[in-house]
């Protein structure tokens, strides 16, 4: 789970685009504190992700702020399920209903695509694993919500794993040197994975002695041809696949028998889910006790 | 357009994210600059959209890069089109494909969309609006994104506009009075919008003197049944529709006489379209001349 | 109101410039906490604004800071009157004083003469706006100020409302062009006003159908000319005068029967208002209980 | 003078305010780039400050900006004087106007006030001092623009001069022993002054034995009493005047034989003055050559 | 001692190094929260430094965190010595601890060889002092960490003191010249240091009339010298003695009869020094308080 | 090598500590530019790094100064050597020389001591790591500045490689659950250390699975006895020690047949090597060609 500090930073970024100038409807409305309580409802089926950097948004808005989850991360919640109540000054609610559920769909939206992978390569060996295409200033928490979809983690920046891909085959001399180069800079703690695009790149990649081979866009029998092959020459490799997966093919591309297969559209292009935020008037407005014991006499 | 010291921000944000610590693969091979060139390839028809942005991103590792582009902001381009043509340093090619490519795609996937609908309600008088569904950090790009796409921009922030939306009114009392207070607190710059769900709340809204009406999630028929009433009560409101929108539906929304429609999906739920950056070896590697004339000599 | 996390990020700019490197004089006299308490007095009558900012900055040095505000923002108060009362570590209340004071005594400058202003055209119906010309990092809580005074917001920055100034018609051909050059760009909600400095531009300016029109450093003679073409020939155009605006001649513009008049002065020149903090040794030092009840046994 | 990277963190500040969402008005008007050229011109008399911060706003807009300055640093202008030429895309003109503008007009206004201040006391030994009293942010930028109206620096921050001030000697237990009390935690660099609101503090300051004594709010016939007393009893002590210090009073003030007056209104109540930028279009358009030489050929 | 908002800055800029991806195995290990308590042991003798920027650590990670410190700042302890008790959330712990021990080894390391040098000089008249040769970023922590052990202050920054050293006279001309430029442009606060590397340039010191002479690598019978000159010329001059100062002569500089004797070493230098936390599990996992009251029923 | 974008916010944090207020002593003796030459003298034998950040902080302060490597990188220089030369605006070069000497001497250091582990264990097959144990913000350099010395980097933060320590074996329920709870969880990218302090637990990290062991502060008798085990029993396994190297050890441990050895001092106790900057006047001052082409004619 991401740090507190991290989710503050986040929150805070979304809420400055929204609040730099206060939110005159809301100002303008409720000159004093108004109590509220707040059902955040699922309007379709989904995958729970993203909930304590939702808390977050309100939390800087009013500290005594209170949320009851219902529903946890990772669990499935079906259309007109309650994930959450939230109790606190209408306010807050009201000015930061946009920014955390902006967070909230996202996320969960993520974690529910996620899901639907899972699911279709369920009873295979083969695992779902994410990509570095992710939404600028996201990549953590969007990570995470992989996680919360039952998804597995593919590497999370530059520096954490070797991946020799096309564009560096392309300016490089040949897949077996460049292991070789990369190898030798290396201490113990990262592999080295070599996309290959072509029959002929799978046996260079396995002469190179690479821990990993991702087999980029190839078509099923393709698929099919290297993973023998690798299964037989070199059984330690573990097989990626990636490229062009879809809900429609993914079943597939599991049975042939390769490890993990990542797919980009699960960060890249997850659609958000609709969840909304029903405010209740919560009765005669209280005072909000303030964290500085401020007390306005005036 | 955003300004440079805007996109530089968001461009080292990305960047952050991929090299905090360095580029392992691409340092181990390539010690010295290799001078390369790529093509900025459509993989589907696209809208282009963020070119200033992703060419940022690139600046920001090598300062001597060079973009020329082919197809500019707005312009449709097909599958197989090439966008622009990069020069630079090999390797800052390889260190900021996936930052750059990872906004390009998210911004020209936000501008195409917005193009389907814009295309499936040409020759009605509606207007496609944007919505503040936009992804945290990225709000005045994607909502730039929205014109490249023809579409036009709503809100920005809650200080532009006054909305008065379903939990302010579940909040205060009644709609009329809401209008009357946040009235008394503006100047001259702002318009006051109501969100109107039931044909009852139409009618409060006419009554209230508000600027614009905004129809949430209604049917058809009493879309139709709530321009007729507005526009013979109060002809100078303006009318927009929210909520439920889709391609399927939208030119019927339009075709009831609409001045705006408002859709969500197109910020955050707009899939990445397919771009990719092909490299190709430049030749001989030249020195890249350094800003600061450093001279290695040792 | 600002949000507290803005809040705090003003008043960490404000101390980091007095704190850097630690409050000598203060760590010197007093290496353990010493009970205090402290008057804020007025030293010349003011209105008041800015409170929650000056509690911020000594919230950030002393968590147990305890603020009992006896005259609210927007009130008035006469020399030697009280407008708060703090208690807290004697150390807080000595390093923020400065930082705090920087921001109460300008903010409450800025209400201060913004009231004199409102006061001035007090009857007519004339209301007082702000201007852009705001210290920067400043703009949210001089706007606010403004409101505490009795004035209006003008636009907060250059996305919020179409302002078509001198250097603009200077760059563009003629004001009408412009007002339908900019009019295509937008959606519904902004507005677009012009800025006319003679008879013949207020004449442009109607033409143009533009919402409102801004006068601009025009005589007595000229603004009532303008005046009664544009209630005449534009009825729904709102009327705004500018320039050259001061307490000697607020109130004979405002009897041209202008709507609104903006003046730069309330926010770049205000002077800042005498406001003291005095204070008492609150007898034997008591511990501060510290949020995370570390306890010292050394 | 203030190095480029602060220069460039002031002027992102001030552009973030007004640029966060771009300038609609000049976008709309101006797709490409229009060649101009303007004039800064002084509408009253001033001392020129803040030019290098001025310059930095449109820097950070348009890199190819050319500013031709024609009245430096710390001279002053005549109303109608031109203090520089500005040539360059007019659109960054127009979106950086207000704010470099608004840091200039501030600080020319600091500078002006000072110099008013400087020449009452012309011919008397005293020099003019700034304080602590600026608006936040701006510390350094106001405290230069003191140098440049020809005023000396006080301290910049709390840990560059022990200062014993009235709260100080409230909280603690008398003038000698917190002149002892600190003066033990230093090492050579600082030197120490006390506050002294009293004849009866003034000789308890002397005993102390500390460097600097700061009249505070004294009468004409206090100061002299105060003066007299200490050039007797410790020659080398210097000897500040400050509290309720105005254009009216300050010669009286000098003509004590004080070495240094300190003057709260040069940075916190300076009002800013007028000057305005007046653009003119520079003939046909022609491209900006861009840093990164990308090239519009769609 | 640094403010709370300061310490803040410095413990998330350590923690972003850490925690950017998360505690893959922490979280692996602990998917709730664990209560543990933890000793903080000392494994060689050391001077205590740095206990509230290392509390600031876990604070951020776990707001309820409590730290019960037994030895404090300043004091030493001896090899196997408790310096203090941690309980809160293990995983917290075990996240924080290399950034926790990173800093306060790194500042009990500079605290405990200030010491050593404070002892190596006692019953002489010599200060030991710091040098601007700090770890950047950490400046203010370590000049604290240099008062724990013992030593002085020298200046913080460039604003601070006048100092000429060898480059400013390489590019000036003669050394009381540059004395006369620089005390024309100061007020009151700011002393005079020069750097003297022969006795030559002593006699031109001592003429100039500065406040400080810093004898720059000197033998000691060049010292002797010096310091015999500057107190018949110049009594009210304070002698300082710079580079290459170690434990092994620091004594024999010092019985020189100087007042301040300057090390780089204490903080560029220091090595850190051992210390570990021992975490021992707390019994039965107890649920963690959270600040916002949210529950998990899911 | 870190991104420019990287090293601009290290050198801008350490320029920030020194220049707040500006350079008063050189600000006050040069008024204008004056062209200078300098050489970066080492003054002992060291390897050289951190030549890109040094080089950085002179950018920053004068764009058109110029920096001549004649040691590049890597390379080793005796006492007495010229690592480069600079020219440019001699008040840069006097304003940035600390902030970047404390840079580069840190950074040599610490590659300077790693050479000596390296030099150390010359003819084994056992590598040279460091280890998280850095000074907070230089993480990345120090890592970089180790390789540099010939050694090679441990994992980089907490989410690049599982390490179960001693720590989480104290909370948790032994080495074996714990591989199989943190194996559970990952995807291919990761591999499993597990450290050991007892011949007992190397038997039980065998068992586990796991694909490194750290032996813990073993003696040399242990280690051999360790080494030998896995060796026969998991011939796949890595072999690292840690805890209590110096280079008066390490090549007796580097003899016991082990992989790597990790070494927190060569990070955190790195002494400062000494170099130092000699500038000189270059002759008549000539004008710094502004990147903006300010003319000054006043």
């Given at each position: 789970m991401a740090e507190p500090f991290l989710l503050e930073t986040l929150?805070?970024?979304?809420?400055?685009?929204?609040?730099?100038?206060?939110?005159?409807?809301?100002?303008?409305?409720?000159?004093?504190?108004?109590?509220?309580?707040?059902?955040?409802?699922?309007?379709?089926?989904?995958?729970?992700?993203?909930?304590?950097?939702?808390?977050?948004?309100?939390?800087?808005?009013?500290?005594?702020?209170?949320?009851?989850?219902?529903?946890?991360?990772?669990?499935?919640?079906?259309?007109?399920?309650?994930?959450?109540?939230?109790?606190?000054?209408?306010?807050?609610?009201?000015?930061?209903?946009?920014?955390?559920?902006?967070?909230?769909?996202?996320?969960?939206?993520?974690?529910?695509?996620?899901?639907?992978?899972?699911?279709?390569?369920?009873?295979?060996?083969?695992k779902i694993l994410d990509t570095r295409k992710t939404q600028p200033g996201l990549r953590a928490l969007e990570k995470e919500a992989v996680l919360m979809g039952g998804g597995y983690n593919h590497r999370f920046h530059l520096g954490d794993l070797i991946m020799i891909k096309d564009n560096h085959i392309a300016l490089a001399k040949g897949i077996v040197n460049a292991v070789a180069a990369t190898r030798a800079t290396l201490s113990h703690a990262l592999k080295i994975e070599v996309e290959a695009k072509t029959f002929q790149q799978v046996k260079e990649a396995i002469q190179s002695g690479c821990e990993m081979i991702m087999l980029d866009n190839m078509s099923i029998a393709e698929i099919k041809q290297s993973v023998a092959l690798i299964r037989k020459k070199a059984p330690d490799v573990q097989i990626e696949v990636s490229g062009g997966i879809h809900l429609g093919n993914v079943s597939n591309v599991a049975r042939c028998g390769v490890d993990f297969i990542s797919v980009g559209s699960i960060t890249h292009s997850a659609p958000a889910v609709d969840i909304s935020l029903e405010l209740i008037n919560n009765g005669p407005t209280r005072p909000r006790p303030s964290k500085n014991k401020s007390r306005h006499t005036g």
């Amino acid at each position: 789970m991401a740090e507190p500090f991290l989710l503050e930073t986040l929150a805070k970024r979304g809420l400055a685009e929204d609040l730099i100038y206060g939110d005159r409807t809301t100002s303008a409305l409720f000159p004093r504190p108004i109590a509220a309580k707040g059902d955040l409802l699922a309007k379709e089926p989904l995958v729970v992700a993203g909930l304590d950097l939702f808390q977050t948004v309100f939390s800087l808005l009013d500290p005594s702020f209170q949320f009851e989850i219902l529903v946890g991360q990772g669990q499935e919640i079906q259309a007109g399920g309650i994930i959450g109540r939230l109790i606190g000054d209408g306010r807050a609610l009201l000015k930061g209903e946009r920014v955390a559920l902006n967070f909230l769909q996202h996320l969960c939206g993520v974690a529910t695509l996620t899901r639907k992978f899972v699911q279709a390569v369920a009873g295979t060996g083969a695992k779902i694993l994410d990509t570095r295409k992710t939404q600028p200033g996201l990549r953590a928490l969007e990570k995470e919500a992989v996680l919360m979809g039952g998804g597995y983690n593919h590497r999370f920046h530059l520096g954490d794993l070797i991946m020799i891909k096309d564009n560096h085959i392309a300016l490089a001399k040949g897949i077996v040197n460049a292991v070789a180069a990369t190898r030798a800079t290396l201490s113990h703690a990262l592999k080295i994975e070599v996309e290959a695009k072509t029959f002929q790149q799978v046996k260079e990649a396995i002469q190179s002695g690479c821990e990993m081979i991702m087999l980029d866009n190839m078509s099923i029998a393709e698929i099919k041809q290297s993973v023998a092959l690798i299964r037989k020459k070199a059984p330690d490799v573990q097989i990626e696949v990636s490229g062009g997966i879809h809900l429609g093919n993914v079943s597939n591309v599991a049975r042939c028998g390769v490890d993990f297969i990542s797919v980009g559209s699960i960060t890249h292009s997850a659609p958000a889910v609709d969840i909304s935020l029903e405010l209740i008037n919560n009765g005669p407005t209280r005072p909000r006790p303030s964290k500085n014991k401020s007390r306005h006499t005036g």
